[in-house]
C-alpha cells in the first residue's frame, strides 16, 4: 500500500464536502444548458416586426429530407479527409526529417533546421496557405496541403526530438560501442523507441490538422466547413444556417473523437506493461544469499573448512 506524500487523505467531512460541491456544479451546468437550448428554440422577432420560428422548429430542418444535401456533407467530408490524409503523410516523414536536423551534432546542420522549425512554428498556418496560394499559385487543395504538412511536421519533428533527447545516454553509446555509425545507432536504436514513446502526442496533433483543414475555407477549398455553412446555406438559405452548422459541427465532433479515442487506446497499449517499484523498495537480489552478508560468510567459512 503506497501512501501519498502530496496531500493528507480527505476526511469524512472533506469527502461529503466535496460531494457536495460536485452535485451542485452538475446541477448549476445542466441549468445553463437547459436555459440555452430554450433560448435557442424561442421564436424571435424581426427587425420588420415579423415572428421567426425557434431554431428548434421543425421548419428549420425540413431541408435534410433532401438526399442531396447529404451527398453535399458527404462530400465535403471526403474532401476533408483526402487533404488531412495526405497532409499527414507528408507532414510524418517530414516531422522524422526535422527531428534528425534539429538533434543533429553538426552545427551546419542543426542551426539551419532550428532557425527554418521556429519560423514555420511561429508562422499561422492561414498566412502560411494564403502565401502558397498567391505565391506557387498551386491551388487551393495544394496549397492546404503544404502548409499543413510543414507546419504539423515542424510540431511533430519537435516531439520526435523530445522523445530522442528523453532516452538514457547509454543507448546511444551503446550503439557506438558495437560499431554502429552515428546515422545508424539513430536509425535503429534511438529513433524507434522514441516513435513509440511520442506515438499518442504525434496521434494528438493529427486530430489537430484534420481540424485546421478548415482553415482551407478562406483559400476557396471545399472541405465540409465551407460546404455546410457557405455553400449550402446560399443556396437553400440563410433560415437554415444554424441547421447546417450543428450538422457540421456533429460530423467534426465525430471525426475528431474517433481520432483521440485510437490516441488513448495507443497511449495505454504502447505504455510501460511493467510492475511500477517504489524508489524505497528494496531490490531482491536474484541470490537470496547475497541478501544477508552474514549467511554469506558463514557460507564461505563452510567452503574452507575441510
Not at 108 to 127: A, C, D, N, Q, Y
Not at 206 to 233: C, H, M, Q
Amino acid at each position: 500500500m503506497s501512501l501519498s506524500v502530496l496531500y493528507d487523505a480527505p476526511g469524512p467531512k472533506a469527502r461529503m464536502r466535496s460531494r457536495a460541491i460536485s452535485v451542485v456544479g452538475i446541477i448549476l451546468i445542466f441549468g445553463a444548458l437547459v436555459l440555452l437550448v430554450l433560448a435557442l428554440g424561442a421564436p424571435k422577432t424581426s427587425a420588420n416586426g415579423s415572428v421567426q420560428p425557434g431554431l428548434w422548429d421543425a421548419s428549420r430542418w425540413n431541408v435534410f429530407t433532401d438526399v442531396q444535401v447529404w451527398r453535399s456533407l458527404g462530400q465535403g467530408v471526403l474532401a476533408t479527409l483526402a487533404m488531412a490524409g495526405v497532409a499527414a503523410a507528408i507532414a510524418l516523414p517530414l516531422g522524422v526529417l526535422f527531428s534528425f536536423g534539429r538533434a543533429s551534432d553538426n552545427p551546419l546542420i542543426r542551426v539551419p533546421s532550428t532557425v527554418v522549425l521556429e519560423f514555420v512554428r511561429g508562422m499561422p498556418v492561414l498566412l502560411m496557405m494564403l502565401f502558397i496560394l498567391l505565391v506557387f499559385s498551386t491551388g487551393s487543395f495544394w496549397a492546404g496541403v503544404a502548409a499543413l504538412a510543414v507546419y504539423n511536421g515542424a510540431i511533430i519533428g519537435e516531439a520526435l526530438r523530445a522523445g530522442i533527447k528523453s532516452l538514457p545516454r547509454g543507448q546511444r553509446e551503446a550503439g557506438l560501442a558495437i560499431g554502429l555509425t552515428p546515422i545508424s545507432t539513430r536509425m535503429r536504436i534511438e529513433f524507434p523507441q522514441a516513435f513509440r514513446q511520442m506515438l499518442p502526442i504525434i496521434i494528438a496533433q493529427l486530430v489537430v490538422l484534420l481540424k485546421d483543414t478548415s482553415l482551407a475555407f478562406v483559400v476557396g477549398y471545399s472541405e465540409l466547413l465551407r460546404v455546410g455553412v457557405k455553400n449550402l446555406p446560399d443556396f437553400f438559405g440563410n433560415r437554415y444556417s444554424f441547421s447546417f452548422f450543428m450538422v457540421v459541427l456533429a460530423i467534426y465532433l465525430a471525426m475528431n473523437l474517433s481520432l483521440s479515442w485510437l490516441a488513448r487506446v495507443i497511449a495505454r497499449r504502447t505504455g510501460s506493461k511493467g510492475r511500477a517499484v517504489t524508489p524505497d523498495a528494496p531490490s531482491t537480489p536474484a541470490n537470496p544469499l547475497l541478501a544477508h552478508p552474514r549467511a554469506l560468510g558463514e557460507q564461505s567459512e563452510g567452503g574452507n573448512s575441510p
